[in-house]
DNA sequence: CGCGGGTTTGATGATGCTCAAGCCCGGTGG
DNA sequence: CCACCGGGCTTGAGCATCATCAAACCCGCG
């Protein structure tokens, strides 16, 4: 079960593991399965863990004054799952979260969170390079946002997110992206007579 | 020169700093001083530099194929400016950054910075805390852009930002939120009209 | 005074939304 | 096996929002 973190910690930090650490970690992680549509996580609650998700999908949104969700982050094996915001401010969170998919997901609370990151230099140079790696992230899909069109967002998440592509459904990408399921239906339908390549399913 | 930049580190960590500390950070920070309009980066360089800012204000934008500039980023005093996509993969930036004030910066290097990281612990300190913070910061954003109306994203930015809606006129206040310059004066009037509020100016 | 940068306003058009209907497909139960 | 159902996707018609283009205005400054 711990396996996938530690392989995923050494994958992203120069210093190893030792057997303490790893000992550590496995009474510090906490597993937990998820059916799909489960909450993990419901606005006005406050988030106390942090989850590694070893295997499934998660999905994290707003709910607005229609009742149309609003997906601001889609998370899969590899990644984490939790609002940042609430956890580290304790206060209610003003997202959901719930599982796409049947899930396996490790928990950390707050408090083992910030001892692991002064007890373990592995762990404290993953979560710099992970937040690193996510600010990039959030300031490119921030550009696409303002500065292109639906299509040539749709374009670019293709391109450089084929996994999240083939794992949610399209109406989850599309307000991902910031346009309604209906827009995006006919924007693929444009890219494809465009290049005359139907989009592999 | 050196001091706002220790105020600033005290101001955000709880281990204090040492002489010793200081003395490493006054030999590792180089002052820089920008007149309005001058390029810290332009497209295609690679951000070798860091920037803490003393004093002025900072915009990163990309611009399009039709040369419109879409502001991706505003910084201003006690906020760091600089492309952390190309700073940390040294590869050329797809932005610029210029001053739109005089301003004055205290450069970085990326390894004086990661040395700084391993000797300093209130400066890991801070720059996890500065991590956390911009990524709830984006996330936001990000969130506005995909949920909300041009109307409440300016009511939001509004209320949440009014340094910066001081500090930078309105076209740039519009791109940074996604709308042209024409809709954000649409959007204003209307605002007022509402709550027969004028805008403080 | 005239210039440049910024903002406002109006007219027009594109882009994307809403609503509603129909289709496709996999799953369930008779 | 087939009928039905639900979720997701597509399509069309009409509409709202926002962009574009162009003109005018405002104001600080040389």
């Known amino acids: ?30 597993s937990k399965k998820m059916r799909k549509r489960q909450y993990f996580l419901q606005e006005g609650d406050v988030c106390k863990h942090f989850a590694f998700i070893v295997k499934g999908a998660m999905r ?30 304790f206060t209610p969170s003003i997202y959901n979260i719930d599982a796409w998919e049947d899930t396996e997901l490790l928990l950390i609370t707050r408090t083992d969170f910030l001892n692991l990151l002064d007890s373990i230099p592995g762990v404290a140079e993953m979560v710099r390079k992970l937040d690193e790696k996510d600010f990039i992230f959030a300031q490119r899909r921030l550009k696409a946002l303002i500065s292109l069109t639906a299509e040539k967002r749709f374009a670019e998440f293709e391109s450089s997110n084929p996994e999240f592509n083939r794992r949610f459904p399209q109406h989850i990408i599309a307000s991902y992206l910031g346009v309604t399921n209906v827009t995006l239906s006919r924007v693929r339908k444009q890219a494809m007579k465009k290049y005359s390549l139907p989009v592999i399913s």
């Open 1 to 30: 079960m711990h396996e996938l973190i530690f392989k995923y910690l050494s994958s992203c930090s120069t210093s190893s593991l030792t057997e303490k650490d790893m000992e550590l970690m496995r009474n510090t992680f906490v």
């Open 60 to 89: 994290q949104y707003t709910v607005d004054d229609k009742g149309i969700e609003h997906f601001v982050q889609l998370s899969i094996e590899n990644y984490w799952a939790g609002d940042r915001e609430s956890f580290a401010t």
